[in-house]
């Protein structure tokens, strides 16, 4: 299994990644041999991966790391870089390889202290692999400071660092930055490719990975996690029952509250299994003895980790939030196709009394503005608006239609 078969309906980037990563390989060798530099070459310092969300950037992202600081004896023979097996392979994909570094927001934003020490690694030489590699999974997400930082490092990057930015558009990261990557963008990958990689990689019984690839519209993540996952599956049919609930004013109002509390309710389930962990590390390394006092000046040490914790918290629930506004999303647009008499196939065949039942007593456009009030309610989201402000002017508008 190769690094590559994660990549869901990904043929054509795949493709560019190999040729490149082979390139990769000339260069480094050309280099360590003193010898004359490839003329022409598909490899370069800096790389963009767009898509929309589910299409797999991170993933895409990984894996070119991880072929980039493959070691497999194959690669001398001709064989395709990226085996999936060997050490930096491995390493690579489940990130505690020494020359790949990772940065992902923890909260609304990366902050510029978030990336200091980032900058200063890709400027040196690597430890062990063939490439020193810098992985950005929220490109979008980086503030001015830090986005400053990161050009300077892009524009003169260190002889054998590549960095490689994650983004859902082109749009979404400096123009200055893009203009010094090369960019590829992902496409959603079909239905049937998602349920066959659930079947042939999770085992996952065929009419379950259809249903669950075709639920969540080819996003590879969440239709693993619909197909495995028992409460996500309840989750999503609370989600699907609630356009039938919001008849009163009050009904509004309990159907937001309850949409906040089962991602808050998801925040804290993340941060049991990973705030203790993370806490008891911390002051290990600090040098703190089991149960006891933390050493003088560390302090400030573990707010800094308290403010991480809560930062990510904050993220963690307004992400379980925005899965739920994309079911609603995706439920209304099967109303609409079913209003418009439209053959598009409808996602959430599960819900399909409920599906007609609404399409039936509202018009296409009603059925336009509560989409609208969706979207108007995941814009507040990322503004900042409190969740329950936010999810409550949602129903109230999902009623009135």
């Known amino acids: 299994m190769t690094v590559w078969d994660d990549l869901v309906g990904q043929e054509r980037v795949s493709e560019v990644l190999i040729a490149a990563a082979r390139d990769a390989d000339a260069l480094v060798t050309a280099v360590a041999a003193d010898q004359p530099l490839p003329e022409t070459s598909k490899m370069t310092h800096a790389w963009l991966f767009t898509g929309p969300p589910g299409a797999g950037r991170n993933q895409t992202a990984r894996a070119f790391a991880a072929a980039l600081q493959c070691v497999s004896p194959d690669r001398a023979l001709g064989g395709a870089p990226g085996c999936g097996f060997c050490d930096g392979c491995h390493t690579a994909l489940i990130g505690t390889h020494a020359d790949v570094a990772a940065v992902a927001a923890v909260g609304s934003e990366i902050l510029v202290k978030d990336m200091r020490d980032t900058v200063r690694k890709s400027y040196t030489s690597p430890a062990t692999g063939r490439w020193q590699i810098i992985l950005v999974e929220d490109a979008e997400r980086l503030n001015e400071k830090s986005a400053n930082a990161v050009l300077k490092a892009v524009e003169e990057p260190a002889p054998r660092t590549v960095w490689l930015l994650c983004a859902p558009s082109i749009e ?125 000046g560390t302090a400030g040490v573990m707010k800094d980790l308290e403010d991480m914790q809560k930062r990510r918290r904050t993220r963690t629930q307004r992400d379980s939030l925005d899965v739920a506004l994309t079911d609603l999303t995706g439920f209304y647009r099967d109303v609409l196709a079913l209003q418009l008499g439209s053959r598009v196939a409808i996602a959430h065949g599960d819900a399909e009394d409920a599906l007609e039942r609404l399409a039936r007593a509202g018009s296409p456009e009603s059925t336009l503005r509560r989409i609208e009030a969706i979207a108007a309610c995941r814009d507040a989201l990322d503004r900042n608006v409190a969740p329950l402000l936010a999810v409550e002017a949602m129903t109230m508008a999902l009623r009135a239609g």
Do not use: F, W, Y
């Open 172 to 296: 979404d990261v400096l123009p200055t930055i893009r203009s010094r990557c090369r960019h590829l963008n992902l496409s959603t990958p079909s239905v049937a490719a998602v349920a066959d990689m659930l079947v042939r990689r999770e085992g996952i019984e065929p009419q379950v990975a259809e249903a669950a690839a075709r639920a969540t519209q080819g996003h590879v993540d969440r239709a693993r996690r619909l197909a495995t996952d028992p409460a996500a599956r309840a989750r999503r049919a609370a989600v699907l029952k609630l356009p039938l609930r919001l008849d009163e004013i009050g009904a509004c109002l309990k159907a937001a509250q309850e949409l906040v509390d089962a991602a808050a309710e998801d925040a804290k389930q993340l941060a049991e299994e990973v705030d203790g962990k993370e806490t008891e590390e911390l002051k290990a390394a600090l040098g703190a003895a089991e149960g006891g006092r933390l050493p003088r």
